[in-house]
């Protein structure tokens, strides 16, 4: 089985390349990956070396060269991971995200067209369907209600990918996965941040009081829905992948900060998120009923994460600048500097 992985050296992608090589001796992987700042070839380090394994440096928004080195690398299949991902980035410049989201995955999907790649399977998110707080959890032909302009942005991809299965029959499954946890995330998401803030004693912001709710998920739980999918899912399909682990943001940094044996006093209220959306949540049913069960249970997840973090200070360290421990929100120093 040989599989492109698209934006591989980041936090989902890397864990699913780990999942792959260590699972079937057969696999063989190439990430294709434009290394922003948040894609890193640490996040590789430990399947750098194997004789399965392939790294090119690359845009998906690149048609030629992705064609390049689809039509050399002969791929079963794609999975892609390649995306701007923070939300709080997304609010203060949200081009990038356009340009990779949107217009990228524009070009993916041409050049698969084009060179009939076998099957895509494209990652989306649960975030596309928008607050469901005074709704229930969305299932699969729910609406879009997209909230921020990384949500807007992951929406516009999805539509991309069903349009090319309507129009050309391009064999491409979509995937929307809830907030994954787990190593190798970047410190700018809630679990690392608070893990590294409470590890430094250092306040832990939480947005509004952090009455958020979020599914999660542990990322090799993740990988092995994508896994099942693979192989068992149909093409113009999209599947949720729910972790069935409703938290408020509150009860998460509340639980890390227990088993980490530090103070609740920690826990500092800051304004919200313009456009925050309060819940997240899907039905499951779809996956479920390929076979698919996550079953990291999230006590266990969590503390494998926090002891990650507390070994891996080498990986996460050259990462934290100099607004890492900053008090403010983005929004409140964007407003004292006019
Ligand atoms: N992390 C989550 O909780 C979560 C939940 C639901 C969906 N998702 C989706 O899953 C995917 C992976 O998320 P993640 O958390 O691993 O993200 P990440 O930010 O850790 O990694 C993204 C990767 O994509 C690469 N990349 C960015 N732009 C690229 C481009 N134009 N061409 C090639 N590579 C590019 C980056 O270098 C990086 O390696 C994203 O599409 C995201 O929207 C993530």
Redesign the pocket.
């Known amino acids: 089985m040989r599989v492109l992985v698209?934006?591989?050296?980041?936090?989902?992608?890397?864990n699913f390349v780990r999942y792959l090589l260590g699972r079937y001796p057969d696999a063989e992987v190439l990430v294709?990956?434009?290394?922003?700042?948040?894609?890193?070839l640490d996040?590789l380090r430990d399947v750098y070396w194997d004789k399965r394994f392939r790294f090119v440096l690359?845009?998906?928004?690149d048609e030629e060269r992705l064609m390049e080195v689809i039509k050399s690398f002969e791929p079963d299949v794609i999975v892609?991971?390649?995306?701007?991902?923070?939300v709080d980035r997304s609010i203060n410049e949200p081009a990038?995200f356009l340009?990779?989201?949107v217009v990228?995955v524009f070009h993916l999907l041409e050049v698969a067209r084009r060179l009939e790649v076998p099957r895509l399977v494209h990652?989306?998110?649960?975030?596309v369907y928008g607050d469901r707080w005074n709704l229930p959890p969305a299932s699969e032909d729910d609406c879009f209600r997209p909230s921020s302009p990384?949500s807007a942005s992951?929406a516009s991809g999805d539509l991309l990918c069903q349009a090319y299965w309507r129009t050309y029959r391009l064999p491409v499954i979509i995937l929307?996965?809830?907030?994954?946890?787990g190593p190798y995330?970047?410190p700018e998401?809630l679990i690392p941040r608070t893990i590294i803030r409470a590890l430094h004693d250092k306040p832990i912001p939480l947005y509004g009081g952090g009455w958020q709710k979020r599914d999660w998920?542990y990322v090799m739980d993740f990988a092995e829905a994508l896994d099942t999918v693979m192989r068992r899912g149909s093409p113009g399909e999209a599947y949720n992948v729910p972790g069935f682990n409703e938290k408020t943001n509150l009860e998460v940094v509340r639980d890390i900060l227990r088993l980490m044996g530090k103070p609740e006093t920690l826990i500092k209220t800051v304004e919200d998120r313009p456009g925050h959306d309060r819940r997240y949540a899907m039905r499951g049913e779809k996956i479920l009923s390929l076979g698919w069960r996550p079953k990291t249970p999230w006590h266990k997840g969590l503390r494998e994460t926090i002891e990650w973090y507390l070994g891996n200070e080498w990986w996460w360290r050259p990462l934290l600048g100099d607004e890492f421990f900053a008090e403010d929100t983005p929004w409140e120093t964007r407003r004292q500097n006019g």
Request: hydrophobic share 20%; net charge negative; glycine share 18%.
């Open positions: 698209a934006g591989g050296a980041g936090f989902m992608g890397s294709y990956d434009k290394l922003t700042y948040a894609g890193r996040n690359g845009d998906i928004g892609n991971f390649a995306g701007e991902t923070h990038p340009e990779t989201n990228g990652i989306s998110t649960d975030e990384y992951k929307r996965p809830s907030n994954n946890y995330q970047y998401k998920l």
